[in-house]
């Protein structure tokens, strides 16, 4: 069992927990992920590394409530404890040798762009942060970026906070003002990661996207997080999460992610109509 | 003396009942059963099926423990030999092994062994009272890697030798394919997980959600006061096809869709982890992995199911009684078919798999005959799923995290005849070893190594 020491919640639907996993905890890098269960009928839902705290054996994640599972976990508070919490999964950001770059967050994905960017801070790098969020009640760790960034661009769908506007367009306006970066690494919802690596191929930017597809076991025995990346099948779980963006199929990716769409839905709804039972 | 050619039948569910349900398909022989069919051993002197187990369990002695009515000291005498007798007396293909040796089959069908065994094991597990002997510990420790078939006896060897032994599962429960690829219906996870229970009541020490290679790395076993290291992590990689159309949705390797149905409980309509419920599934391969798959998929509900296999009947290389069971509950077997596309609707959503017709050639260095494509025989098999079952590789993890250990070009991992890898005080074996076989052949490669292990520490702390 692995007790849950922090629970916070960064915005209405975004919640962050620190949970005691000293083992996990030993060997977590940026950009890996875990797999945990809520308890023992749950399913397995991978959360990527947010934080890590190797000395007090705890490791941070950062989670979206969109469905049954990551409701349920969100019902559990401080001292409770996730029956399952396996990792550190996949292969670590590399950021070794790069000297300037742009981070791109979007929404939840800032959750996982943020220990990018605290590592290359901490790295020597120059640090450009481009965060976007879809209204003013949505943004996350805004003071956490302009802490290790240089730069930091806030952007809104409805412009409620920051600039008006995409990611896209901040990356745009950077770009064009004569900044040339080593690389992009943009994290968040496929579609955004689509556009941004439309753009930085037009400019000829290194781009690395993180992928966070439907997977089990986390292991590569599945096989459920294939994904084609220059034309060549991939698992995210053992061969990524991190990916070179302009080689991923994102349209293909979008398409699998909507595989159990409904059953999602329903499971989701399920869950609401019981936590209003239990209320 | 029983004189009868053949063997009492297997009591089963009725095909058109069971393929609804997932319980377990074949009921296990009653008391009257198991003796008359044990009545039927010659007790043959030179015991020709003991060499046909991988295991070397023997089989004479119990069967005539059974003649005598002492169940208990039959499973004794099984358990010398074997960690997972009730596991064994339902998947092992006794067909080609122990059975194919007996002397009852020149003339008849051979005793049946495997069914004996079962019962044996069966009887045992229920009448089983708490104390176990627990056996003096020596102070050596050892890990094994993976708790499937091969970790589980190595484990069970070795701590009946007097060593510590910690299993390391990377998945949150153990038993490896026992409990996420073999299904409810032909290996009830109630009769897994006693078995490890039982290992549990002798001392040996399970940890799950620890993946060796990840969360902790063969160096840091040895660092954490490990004697010697046992990899048992299987063949989990799955194969796909490599044909168009393969990213569309409807499209699993069998290893997420049996993952799905078993570890994660997708048979039960309660549970959390989703799973197509598809109308018709087209099941690429013709092994027991493909038959799980099939037969799964009826159970879900599926209204058609389809083996599709490039050779003919004759070749598929699943149990016969496996390929039995799936006709008789209405799998259809498209044979000297092979695969050449997926098709799919505007959604992305699976709507056929395209074919081709396929003839036999000449026998190809497996010694089995060579498909070739018939020209202008395409077709296609309507199916909204398409489950590949064609194979799977060992997984990269340990190889690409421990310096000294090598791999043949398939990935591999190789050892000498001790199941020594190339370095010191590693051992493996199993599917990781040889590639998907099955489980005894793990079990065996399990229990050989531990004896080597228990070899080399001993040697390695005399001097």
């Known amino acids: 069992m692995y007790e849950i020491l922090e629970k916070q919640a960064l915005n209405p639907t975004v919640t962050r927990m620190v949970i005691s996993a000293p083992r996990v905890a030993k060997k977590a890098q940026a950009g890996q992920f875990i797999i945990l269960r809520v308890d023992d009928e749950g399913e397995r839902i991978p959360l990527t590394v947010a934080d890590y705290d190797r000395a007090n054996g705890t490791v941070t994640v950062i989670y979206q409530i969109v469905g049954a599972t990551t409701l349920r976990l969100d019902r559990l508070g401080v001292g409770d404890c996730v029956c399952d919490f396996v990792g550190p999964l996949g292969k670590p950001t590399e950021l070794d040798g790069l000297k300037k770059v742009a981070v791109i967050g979007g929404g939840v994905g800032c959750a996982i762009a943020f220990p990018v960017a605290k590592k290359l801070h901490e790295l020597g790098a120059t640090v450009h942060s481009v965060i976007g969020f879809r209204n003013r009640d949505l943004v996350i760790l805004e003071n956490e970026f302009k802490a290790v960034s240089e730069k930091l661009k806030l952007v809104t769908d409805d412009g409620s906070a920051g600039e008006k506007g995409l990611v896209t367009d901040a990356l745009k306006t950077l770009v064009e003002a004569g900044n040339v970066y080593d690389e992009v690494i943009a994290i968040g919802p496929l579609v955004m990661m689509k556009f941004v690596c439309r753009l930085t191929k037009e400019y000829g930017i290194k781009t690395v996207v993180s992928m966070n597809p439907i997977m089990i076991d986390g292991t590569g025995m599945c096989g459920g997080c294939r994904l084609t990346i220059g034309g060549k099948m991939k698992f995210a779980c053992v061969d990524g999460p991190d990916f070179d963006g302009h080689e991923v199929d994102f349209d293909e990716a979008i398409e699998r992610g909507k595989m159990y769409r409904e059953f999602e839905r329903r499971a989701y709804e399920k869950e609401c109509n019981l936590l209003k039972q239990s209320k | 003396m029983n004189n009868s050619p053949i063997k009492n ?303 003919s009947e004759t070749e598929l290389p699943a149990r016969k009684e496996e390929v039995e069971h799936a006709k008789e509950e209405g799998v259809e077997f498209v044979m000297l078919t092979a695969p050449i596309e997926v098709l799919g609707d505007e959604h992305k959503n699976v709507s056929a798999l395209r074919c081709q017709k396929m003839a036999l050639g000449e026998p190809d260095a497996s010694g089995r005959r060579r498909p070739e494509p018939i020209s202008n025989s395409e077709f296609d098999l309507a199916c909204d799923c398409i489950i590949v079952a064609i194979g799977t590789s060992p997984n990269p993890l340990i190889k690409d995290t421990t310096p000294g250990i090598s791999v043949n070009p398939r990935g591999c991992i190789i050892t000498d005849e001790h199941g020594k890898t190339m370095r010191d005080m590693v051992y493996a074996g199993g599917d990781a070893v040889t590639g998907a076989a099955t489980v005894i052949l793990a079990m065996g490669a399990g229990k050989d190594a531990a004896a080597y292990i228990d070899e080399a520490i001993k040697t390695k702390y005399s001097k």
């Not at chain 2, 009725?14 to 044990?38: C, H, I, M, W």
């Not at chain 2, 046909?52 to 000291?73: M, T």
């Not at chain 2, 229920?126 to 510990?137: D, F, I, Q």
Request: glycine share 10%.
């Open chain 2, 9 to 311: 039948p297997m009591p089963t569910q009725d095909p058109s009942v069971r393929a609804k349900n997932f319980d377990e398909v074949a009921l296990g022989y009653t008391e009257e059963q198991v003796r008359s069919e044990a009545a039927r051993c010659l007790n043959c002197k030179n015991k020709p099926c003991r060499a046909g187990c991988p295991v070397g369990i023997d089989i004479p002695a119990f069967i005539q423990k059974i003649n005598e009515g002492d169940y208990e000291g039959a499973y004794r005498v099984i358990s010398k030999s074997s960690s997972l007798a009730a596991v064994c007396g339902r998947v092992c293909p006794q067909e080609t092994q122990c059975e194919s040796k007996c002397v009852r089959g020149i003339k008849g069908e051979p005793v049946a062994i495997g069914r004996l065994e079962r019962f044996v094991a069966d009887w045992h597990n229920a009448h089983r009272t708490e104390e176990t002997e627990k056996v003096e510990r020596n102070g050596r420790r050892v890990a094994v890697v993976g708790s499937g078939p091969a970790g589980l006896s190595c484990a069970g060897e070795l701590n009946a030798r007097g060593y510590d032994v910690t299993v390391f599962e990377a998945l949150h429960t153990a038993g490896g394919v026992l409990v996420y690829g073999i299904p409810e219906f032909r290996l009830p996870k109630s009769i897994v997980k006693a078995e490890i229970d039982n290992l549990k009541a002798k001392g040996v020490a399970f940890e799950t959600n620890t993946v060796v290679g990840r969360t902790l790395l063969i160096d840091e076993l040895f660092e954490d006061g490990f004697d010697a290291v046992f990899v048992g992590s299987g063949a989990g990689l799955p194969n796909f096809m490599k044909v168009k159309g393969e990213d569309l949705n409807g499209v699993y390797s069998a290893n997420e869709f049996l993952t799905r149905v078993n570890l994660m409980k997708a048979y039960k309509n309660c549970a959390d982890t989703p799973i197509k419920h598809s109308k018709a599934v087209a099941v690429v391969g013709g092994g027991n992995v493909a038959m799980d798959a099939a037969r799964s998929a009826l159970r879900l509900g599926a209204e058609k199911v389809y083996i599709v296999y490039r050779r």
